[in-house]
């Protein structure tokens, strides 16, 4: 991590850092919070996988809605 | 919408390789490790050997749960290894790269004036050492009381960031450009054994994380629609054991084998680490707000604008990490700085003699 600093300078460096470090945080929010949500999926593929079925299953509901 | 089953695929390989290459990278620094307390005892593609065998041993136990006593004795050792280079270089009058003797300016500079490229490849490389959103999958399932999962994150967070800056910015405020690379040799002497000695547990314990999820998302992959999935059957046993053996040969070979492996591994870092802890996730976050199709609110609307401004941000660290680490993979084939496959040289920096 020190040589970072060489490279950026010690004050972008830092705020690179924690910035960087904030932001991924809030990634691995959006992801805790949605396994907390579907228990039933177990990785980022299945959850890509998955978006097709309730895109459908979605499209399906607003057509008998309307 | 064709997504689904093509983009499951990209995200499945994509996810494999990248835990691969970041395990053959924790097999590499555990040979640095070895070579730094043993003062280079023995070949360096050896101790790369020794590491691919124990962390195959160790990843093979079958829980996540059973293996996490590994992580705690890591994550002590890495706290340990660090803390003590932070006071380490601190107490020396002159980092261990420095001229000993006569003037010396180790050039600390509060803005830097390196190439653009050069930014780019260390901000890439920051943004791989965080990389990691797309394991809380397998973090939320593990957790014994998930609803305290923001808590935790929050907690664990916070002590990943303070310690990255406070240590990152104390070792370059006493070494400047006297760094040794790699950094945990910059206090030099006994206290490099000393750091490398209580980071080799860490190092471990990340290669059999690294070794054991990708093996298992195969082993899932294999036996998917099987009986002997979740079943302590002879089959079950046979495929979850060729799969941690393939999984801990690949990473072996692979860092063995390239000689530009750890620009590539920077390839990696952009390519792949970066879209699928970035990038994906705020198209997961979009797709869930469209997907619910809700009246949307003031909060909701920032949310999003929110998520679309990461979403841009990563695009914009892929391409300049990619960028980057295709000019150092040039520059190492222009000037030849390739690494020996399999080669026996140390890669724990400079010994006091030279």
Not at chain 2, 100 to 125: E, R, Y
Request: glycine letters at 8%; aromatic letters at 12%; hydrophobic letters at 50%.
């Amino acid at each position: 991590m020190a040589s970072f600093l060489d490279v950026l300078g010690l004050i972008p460096g830092v705020l690179v850092i924690i910035v960087v470090g904030i932001l991924t945080t809030y990634t691995d929010y959006i992801v805790g919070t949605f396994k907390l949500a579907h228990p039933e999926v177990y990785t980022l593929a299945e959850y890509v996988k998955r978006l097709e079925s309730l895109h459908e299953r979605h499209a399906h509901t607003t057509v008998l809605a309307s | 919408m064709i997504w689904g089953p093509i983009g499951r695929e990209i995200l499945f390989v994509g996810y494999w390789l990248y835990l691969v290459f970041v395990a053959g990278a924790g097999l590499l620094a555990i040979s640095t490790a070895l070579n730094a307390v043993s003062d280079h005892a023995i070949c360096t593609a050896l101790f790369t050997l020794v590491g691919a065998a124990t962390v195959m041993l160790i990843a093979s136990i079958q829980t996540l749960d059973r293996i996490s006593w590994i992580t705690w004795v890591g994550v002590m050792g890495i706290m340990t290894s660090v803390i003590t280079l932070t006071i380490a270089v601190s107490q020396r009058d002159r980092p261990y790269a420095a001229p000993q003797t006569g003037p010396w300016d180790k050039q600390l500079k509060l803005w830097g004036d390196a190439p653009f490229v050069d930014c780019c490849a260390a901000v890439a490389a920051i943004i791989f050492s965080y990389a990691g959103a797309p394991a809380f999958f397998s973090v939320v399932a593990e957790m014994k009381n998930p609803r305290q999962f923001t808590r935790s994150l929050l907690v664990c967070q916070a002590v990943v960031i303070s310690t990255f800056t406070i240590v990152a910015a104390v070792v370059y405020h006493y070494c400047g450009v006297y760094l040794s690379s790699p950094t945990l040799g910059s206090a030099g002497g006994v206290i490099k054994k000393v750091c490398y000695g209580f980071a080799l547990p860490g190092l471990i314990a990340g290669a059999v994380l690294n070794t054991h999820i990708p093996a298992k998302l195969l082993m899932v992959r294999f036996l998917r629609n099987s009986e002997h999935l979740a079943n302590n059957t002879k089959v079950h046993y046979i495929v979850w054991f060729s799969c941690i053996a393939f999984n801990a040969s690949i990473s072996f070979i692979i860092a063995e084998a390239i000689p530009v492996f750890n620009n590539l591994l920077s390839v990696v870092g952009a390519f792949l680490a970066t879209p699928l802890s970035m990038t994906v996730e705020c198209l997961m976050y979009m797709w869930e707000v469209r997907r619910k199709d809700e009246q949307p609110t003031m909060r909701g609307r920032l949310m999003y604008g929110w998520n679309f401004f990461i979403f841009v941000l990563s695009l914009f660290a892929i391409g300049t990490g990619m960028w980057a680490s295709a000019m150092a993979i040039k520059g190492d084939i222009d000037k030849g700085n390739l690494l020996k496959p399999f080669g026996c040289a140390d890669n724990s920096g400079f010994h006091p003699a030279s």
